[in-house]
């Protein structure tokens, strides 16, 4: 019976290393499992070469700090994030030990800075690091939730459960996120059209019909008056450009300011409030921040990750400056002892129904699963709230593109119908 080497975490966390006889390496896995032990890697001694044996040898804690990352800048989509979280997730479940899994993940990733990291975790966990050492190394690719899950995950021997679960909640974040920008892109689109069409209508359309008019003795329209007159502003060149261009240059450097001025603290929070109370959209904005904090706080707490440790976590991530101040005043009524749900009424953030939820969870034990599914229930309402909208949107803009051609060209043909039937009556 072959012997293998192996490190691995208790329930608190500290690494263990050792020797253990198996016939398989799946068995030697299933035997530290049931002594209480997760496996972080294993393989048979007959196979280990004397650099890679020093990866086994026994430490006295695990929270050594990890070694150095392996350059492996940039950023990763969200959409290859998921697929990674995912495969890792089964590929654990199956059976493979950690490092194992990091290795074959890194082999088949074609995304190359995710594949770059992967191999820097995998360098990192062979050296001795926890996972969530390792993946804290890397900031911009795993965030804070991430990073505290998945130590969460290992303190409890349930890597794969909570990876799992990260998965989906990185798919439903990223559905949520999808659908608030499908319903915003409609709009815009339509306004940029329309106003691309004004333009050439104005620069190169408008001027030929305005010399047919300038040697008569009619009286134009009003309509066509203020078409004729807003064409001759575009035009005009007070220095080297025609107005049009300046109008741009002054769009552009308003939107950098406004851009410059979001990033600030009091311009963060303004606009974030705007959202919030905006007619139609603040009701999907406010849906959308109520899902990510529940589904957030409660797929934290559901993975063992401490209250307050994953209220700080949620307002990290919550994307509002607003649903972060509130999610910050129930952190501190949360630390002083009092319930979380005083201090979420206060705000006046969330909705009542989200208030009861939470009420009735605390009072039964069941927290985390009441926010999942007040996550689920919000989920729902922005998704049909979305497709309201977008079957709105779509008859109002339309009309409003027509209204906007219908208007310039209704001034432009007016005067030349008056004309021909002046002439008609002559």
Do not use: C
Not at 166 to 184: D, F, P, T
Not at 260 to 281: F, Y
């Amino acid at each position: 019976m072959p012997n293998f080497l192996y490190n691995a975490l208790d329930a608190k966390g500290e690494q263990k290393s050792g020797v253990l006889a198996a016939n398989s390496e799946n068995e030697a896995i299933q035997q530290l499992r049931a002594s209480g032990l997760y496996p972080t890697q294993i393989q048979e001694e007959g196979k280990v070469s004397k650099k890679a044996k020093a990866a086994f040898a026994p430490k006295a804690k695990s929270k050594a700090k990890a070694k150095p990352a392996a350059k492996a800048g940039g950023s990763v989509k969200p959409k290859s994030l998921t697929i990674f979280t995912r495969q890792l997730a089964t590929l654990i479940d199956s059976g493979l030990p950690l490092l194992r899994s990091l290795t074959v993940l890194e082999k088949q990733e074609p995304n190359p800075v995710l594949r770059a990291t992967v191999g820097a975790l995998a360098e990192n966990v062979q050296g001795g690091s926890t996972f969530s050492e390792s993946l804290a190394q890397h900031p911009k690719i795993f965030n804070k939730l991430y990073v505290n899950m998945v130590k969460a995950g290992e303190l409890g021997g349930v890597l794969e459960v909570v990876l799992n679960r990260l998965a989906e909640y990185q798919e439903k974040a990223q559905k949520l996120k999808n659908k608030i920008v499908s319903a915003m892109v409609y709009p815009v689109i339509v306004m940029f059209i329309a106003v691309g069409i004004l333009v050439f209508l104005m620069i190169f359309i408008v001027p030929k019909f305005k010399e047919m008019f300038t040697n008569t003795d009619q009286e134009l329209p009003l309509i066509s008056k203020i078409v004729f007159g807003t064409s001759e502003f575009f035009l005009a060149r007070p220095l080297f450009l025609p107005n049009v261009f300046f109008l741009f240059i002054v769009f552009s450097v308003l939107v950098v300011i406004f851009n410059i001025w979001g990033k600030t603290k009091g311009g963060r929070s303004a606009i974030d409030l705007i959202k919030l109370r905006m007619p139609v959209l603040g009701d999907i904005q406010r849906k959308s921040a109520v899902s990510r904090f529940s589904r957030t706080l409660g797929t934290l707490v559901t993975s063992g990750v401490p209250i307050l440790q994953a209220l700080n976590i949620t307002r990290d991530t919550a994307g509002n400056v607003v649903i972060s101040s509130a999610i910050e005043k129930v952190h501190e009524a949360v630390k002083e002892g009092e319930t979380i749900v005083t201090p979420l009424q206060a705000s006046g953030v969330f909705p009542n129904m989200v208030i009861s939820m939470v009420d009735v969870g605390e009072e039964t034990g069941q927290l985390p699963e009441m926010l999942l599914k007040i996550a689920d229930v919000y989920d729902d309402e922005v998704d049909n709230s979305v497709t309201a909208l977008t079957s709105i949107l779509e008859p109002i803009m339309i009309v409003i593109l027509a209204l906007i051609v219908g208007s310039v060209v209704f001034a432009l043909f007016l005067p030349l119908i008056k004309m021909i039937s002046t002439m008609g009556n002559q």
